[in-house]
């Protein structure tokens, strides 16, 4: 399968700070990513959509000013937490697809703490 | 009600054991199915992955759909201590690209 990277893979960080973590997609071109949270022992709950060069759809009950989403290349997606709360620490997950819609390859994930 | 239901677990057999891991859905448009294999602290792996009904086999994995009943299952025969991980069904619609998970399955093979 294809591989996805994501980095930092641990960030703890002061309330009120902001996070920006990175997912790529190592060897082969992503026209689409997603972002996704976990909490422990749950599923995952998908955050937003993202395709290259265009603006993120967001899921009902994301807030878009504080989960800003940058996919500016079809390597690249960027999501940034802006000024991170303790109840925003979880663990986010990256995935990124290709032409075909139906397979998502997954990143390792970010596991984000904020103090 | 959810749109993917899966027994969250856990489950725990003996090694060379036979599990089988179900998810139901209540949603006819599904096309696509998946499971993904997530080991702690780690992202998602996929295992399978089935369009529309009937079986499919790779090593020790079988997934099955079956459509009719709204019901796909995950077999997993000679069971080794390295499956140990949390097993997610998910499937999709023809259009658009989003997945719908399961919360996943807990599993725990004893040596």
């Known amino acids: 399968g294809a591989v996805v990277s994501q980095h930092p893979s641990r960030v703890i960080c002061k309330s009120g700070t902001s996070v920006k973590i990175e997912c790529r997609s190592l060897?082969?071109?992503?026209?689409?990513m997603f972002w996704y949270r976990q909490f422990p022992k749950q599923s995952l709950m998908l955050m937003a959509t993202?395709?290259?060069?265009?603006?993120?759809?967001?899921e009902q009950g994301v807030e878009k000013d504080k989960f800003l989403i940058n996919h500016a290349s079809l390597t690249l997606s960027t999501l940034t937490v802006t000024s991170a709360h303790p109840e925003d620490s979880s663990f986010y997950i990256c995935?990124?697809?290709?032409?075909?819609?139906?397979?998502?390859?997954f990143g390792p994930g970010t596991r984000l703490t904020v103090l | 009600q959810k749109e993917v239901e899966q027994d969250p677990g856990p489950l725990s057999v003996p090694e060379g054991a036979i599990v089988s891991l179900n998810c139901t859905y209540s949603?006819?448009?599904?096309?696509?199915f998946m499971w993904y294999r997530q080991y702690s602290r780690k992202g998602p792996e996929l295992l399978m992955y089935?369009?529309?009904?009937g079986n499919k086999e790779d090593g020790r994995f079988t997934a099955q759909v079956d459509k009719s009943s709204k019901y796909i299952s995950l077999f997993i025969r000679d069971s080794q201590p390295s499956d140990s991980a949390t097993y997610l069904c998910a499937m999709s619609k023809p259009a658009g690209n989003q997945f719908y998970f399961g919360t996943g399955t807990s599993l725990t093979v004893i040596p």
């Open positions: 089935t369009y529309s009904s």
């Open positions: 949603n006819s448009a599904f096309q696509y």
């Open positions: 995935s990124a697809a290709g032409t075909s819609h139906n397979e998502q390859f």
């Open positions: 060897d082969f071109q992503a026209t689409t």
């Open positions: 993202s395709n290259e060069g265009s603006k993120a759809t967001y």
